[in-house]
C-alpha cells in the first residue's frame, strides 16, 4: 500500500525583538509538538524582521513550497505591528474590521484613543477567517494556507489548541523511539550509517550527552511507521551491546 504524501509546515517568526536576543522564541517548540500529533511535519522555521517588504517575500515564498505556513508576532494594536498588512498585501487583498472580532475587543471599554489601537487587532485581510483566541483576546486569522498568530507564547498555544484535523488536515503522526550509551559519536557513526540506509523511512540522529558519570550519544528515531521504529531500535540496541556498550532505555 502506498504510503501518505509527508504533509509539511514552515513556522515565520516574526519579530525584530526575537533578532536582537531581546525576546527567546519558544513558540516553534510547542506548536512542532502540536502539529506533529495531528500528523504534520515542521520542516522550516525562519525568523525575520519587522520588515514589510521581507514578510511578504517570506510568506510568498512559503506557502508556495509548504502545505501549511504559520507566523507569528506583529498581530498588536501598535504602528510597528505590520503583520496583519503585510500578509493583505502578499495576497493582493485589503484589510477591514472584522465584525466578530471587533465586537469580541469592545467587550473591554477603554479611552476612545485606546479603542482605536486595539481595533487595529480586529482588521483581517478579505477572503480570511478568524482563529480562535480561547484567552478571551484578539483572534488570529487564516488565509489560504497561511496561519497568523500571536507573538506571545501563552496567547499563541492558546490559538494552537483550538486547530485541529479539520481545519489542518494531516498525515500520519511521527512518533519516535530513543537509546542512549556511553559511547562516543565517532565509534557508532559508521555503523550507524549502515542502520540508516536500511531504513530510509525513518529518520535516525545522534546527539552527544555529559554527565558526571561520562559522555555518550543519545540516539532518537522517528517516523510515521511503528513497526519500522521497533525494528530500527532493535538493530541500533543491537549495534550498541556489539560496540561493547549498555543501552540505555527510555
Known sequence: MQSKKTVTACLIIIGNEILSGRTQDTNLAHL???LNELGISMSEARVIPD??????????????EFDYVFTTGGIGPTHDDITADSIAKAFETELYLHPEAEALIRQRPAPEEVMVARLRMARIPVGGELIENPTGGPPGFQIGNVFVMAGVPAVMQAMASSLDGDRLPGGRPVRSRSVGAYLGESQVAAPLTEIQNRFSDVDLGSYPFYRKDGYGTNLVMRGVDEKRLEQMLAEVVQMIID????????
Do not use: F, M, W, Y
Not at 520588515?51 to 508556495?64: F, H, L
Not at 560496540?243 to 527510555?250: F, K
Open 51 to 64: 520588515s514589510e517588504e521581507k514578510i511578504i517575500a517570506t510568506v510568498n515564498e512559503c506557502r508556495q
Open 32 to 34: 512542532a509538538k502540536v
Open 243 to 250: 560496540q561493547g556498550g549498555e543501552p540505555i532505555l527510555d
